[in-house]
């Protein structure tokens, strides 16, 4: 069986069976059939991609949680095209999605710097189409998708700063607190009283940042 003509080799990149070893890590995958584009070289195809590749493949909405990109493997640059801008329109939805999650839990946000690039490549993309410029649509598409996924990811890891200040911030006034009832206990003085502020103190603001962190308008009336 010839696969050379109408077909594709991809090396899926980095899964995991309990080994970090490129023999463990990465497939050979080959697609092959009648529309596809032999590049004659090895590409590469994220785990993250199947999904995408099955969908604007058959033509089927994308998964909502996807955040895969639809590899062009097509002969025919239309498909591909209309493939990515449902890959793109999916994805954005997806940002938009967990930007509304952040907007939850906060007074106010800073949104994703390259948010309207992401627009103007979906309209773009449509004036490409409109003027039967695939390849140039299908490039911006790529880079437009690509931008939307770090968008995604955005805003997953939109309170990871605080978190992590948080954290620091916990344990430098446990060593603080440690510190300073050693030195009372030393000079025979009673620290108790220095515990129980302690302790107040750390229920009041664990209690507002937990509290607003799920309801806005609480929030609002503890911070004027």
Same mark, same amino acid.
């Given at each position: ?21 490129? !023999?463990? +890590? ?8 009648? $529309? @596809? =584009? &032999?590049?004659?070289t090895m590409e590469r195809l994220h785990q993250v991609d199947f999904a995408a590749l099955l969908s604007g493949s058959l033509s089927v909405p994308y998964p909502t949680n ?58 773009? !993309?449509? +004036? ?8 140039? $649509? @299908? =490039? &911006? ?84």
């Open positions: 069986m010839n696969i050379q003509k109408n077909s594709i080799i991809v090396n899926v990149f980095k899964g995991s069976h309990g080994d970090g070893s490129t !023999a463990e +890590t990465e497939t050979p995958f080959v697609i092959w059939g009648h $529309g @596809i =584009k &032999s590049t004659g996807s955040r895969g990109i639809f590899p062009s493997i097509w002969q025919n640059e239309s498909s591909v095209h209309g493939a990515l801008v449902a890959n793109l329109r999916q994805v954005r939805q997806l940002m938009l999605t967990k930007k509304k999650v952040v907007e939850g839990r906060w007074l106010d946000i800073t949104a994703f710097p390259a948010e309207v690039k992401v627009d103007a490549a979906l309209r773009e !993309a449509q +004036t490409f189409a409109s003027k039967s410029l695939h390849a140039e $649509g @299908i =490039k &911006s598409l790529n880079d437009a998708i690509r931008l939307t996924v770090d968008g995604v990811v955005y805003y997953e890891r939109y309170d990871e700063a605080l978190l992590k200040c948080l954290t620091v911030f916990t344990f430098l006034v446990w060593m603080l607190l440690l510190a300073t009832s050693c030195r009372l206990v030393f000079e025979g003085k009673e620290c108790n009283l220095i515990f129980r502020q302690y302790f107040i103190y750390t229920f009041f603001v664990s209690f507002i940042l937990t509290k607003g962190s799920h309801d806005k308008k609480f929030l609002k009336q503890t911070i004027p």
